[in-house]
């Protein structure tokens, strides 16, 4: 038998601070569960999936630290943020000068 619905958790971790369009706010580096809900097609002769929701899992703001909110975003724009996170990762001991600063 086929679920008419899946859900998948997957784990993401930004290295630098990061805003998505639907959060309020820049939230933190950090790790952060994404849960996504797939349905299945209908009157198809083989088994195909639609992603009907994904939604970020974050600290709720003023209360007690398990305490979570889940927040419906785009997955193209969670997506794009975590492409940009790893374009911005130096590895340790490297110099990024994208970053730099400092008066030529």
Known sequence: MILPERTTFTTI???????LTDVDGVQPAGTYTVETIDRTLDNLSFIAY????????LPAVGASARQRQTIFIDPLELAAALKQDAQNWVEPG???ARRS???Q
């Open 13 to 19: 971790t930004f290295l630098h601070p990061f805003s």
């Open 50 to 57: 639609r992603r009907v929701s994904t939604a970020i899992m």
């Open 94 to 96: 490297k110099f990024n």
């Open 101 to 103: 600063s400092s008066a």
